[in-house]
C-alpha cells in the first residue's frame, strides 16, 4: 500500500512559472525522499531531508517538511520543459534505534508538464 | 563508473511460467532492493538484499524471491506468473541503508 499521497495528480504549468507538489505521509520517520521519474523509466533522487530539518534547498528545488502535519512540499522555480517528468515524494520509516531500514514508501506520484 | 544496470529491459511472458531478472549495482554499493512499479503508481518495496541475505520484505507473496551473489548483484524470480505482475520492476541500490537510493531503468515485465 502506498503511505504518501500526493497533490495535486497532475500539474501543467508555462515555462518560467513555480511548480509546487505536496505530498502527505502517515508514520514517524527518519527521512523524506523527492525523485523524480522520465517517461517510465527509472528514477533520479532529487534531495533527501532529514526529519529534524524544516527547508532544504538544492539548485531551484526547495523542500519544507513539516513533521507536525506529516506533509512535505516540493518547490520547483523558474520551470523548464525538460523538468517535464513525474515526481515522487519516498519516506523512510523510523525503526527503534533511530535510524532507518532503507525501505523506502512512495507515494502515487504528481505528474508535471512544463510548456514552452 | 556504471550506475545501476539492469536486465532485460522488456520481456513477455506467459501465464503460469516463471521470470528471473537481474541487476548489477552501482560500484561501491552493496545493498540491493526491489521495486515494482504498476502503470500509473508509485513503486512498491519487494524486498532488500544486504550480505546476501533478505533484510526486510514488503508485502509481496512467497511467489516472489530473490538472491544476491557475492560480488552485490543481484536476481529476483517471480513464480507462476498472474497477468497483474504486469508492471515495472526497478532495483535501486545504495551506499547505506539511510543513503538516497540510485535506480536502474528498469525491465518492463509484460505477462499474457
Known amino acids: 500500500s502506498q503511505q504518501g499521497e500526493e497533490d495535486p495528480q497532475a500539474l501543467s504549468i508555462q515555462e518560467g512559472e513555480n511548480a509546487t507538489m505536496n505530498c502527505s505521509y502517515k508514520t514517524s520517520i527518519n527521512n523524506l525522499q523527492w525523485y523524480r521519474q522520465n517517461s517510465g523509466r527509472g528514477l533520479v533522487h532529487l534531495i533527501l531531508i532529514r526529519s529534524n530539518e524544516r527547508e532544504k534547498h538544492s539548485g531551484r528545488l526547495r523542500v519544507t517538511l513539516d513533521t507536525s502535519k506529516k506533509s512535505s512540499s516540493l518547490l520547483i522555480t523558474a520551470s523548464r520543459a525538460a523538468d517535464t517528468a513525474s515526481y515522487f515524494c519516498a519516506t523512510a520509516a523510523l525503526n527503534a534505534g533511530g535510524t532507518s531500514y532503507g525501505k523506502l514508501t512512495f507515494g502515487q506520484g504528481t505528474i508535471l508538464t512544463v510548456h514552452p | 563508473d556504471a550506475g545501476v544496470t539492469q536486465s532485460p529491459t522488456h520481456l513477455i511472458k506467459t501465464r503460469g511460467q516463471q521470470v528471473t531478472l537481474r541487476c548489477s549495482p552501482k560500484s561501491g554499493h552493496d545493498t540491493v532492493s526491489w521495486y515494482q512499479q504498476a502503470l500509473g503508481q508509485g513503486p512498491q518495496f519487494i524486498f532488500q538484499y544486504y550480505e546476501e541475505e533478505e533484510r526486510q520484505r514488503g508485502n509481496f507473496p512467497d511467489r516472489f524471491s530473490g538472491h544476491q551473489f557475492p560480488n552485490y548483484s543481484s536476481e529476483l524470480n517471480v513464480n507462476a506468473l498472474l497477468l497483474g505482475d504486469s508492471a515495472l520492476y526497478l532495483c535501486?541500490?545504495?551506499?547505506?541503508?539511510?543513503?538516497?537510493?540510485?535506480f536502474g531503468n528498469g525491465t518492463r515485465l509484460t505477462v499474457t
Open positions: 535501486a541500490s545504495s551506499f547505506t541503508l539511510e543513503s538516497p537510493l540510485h
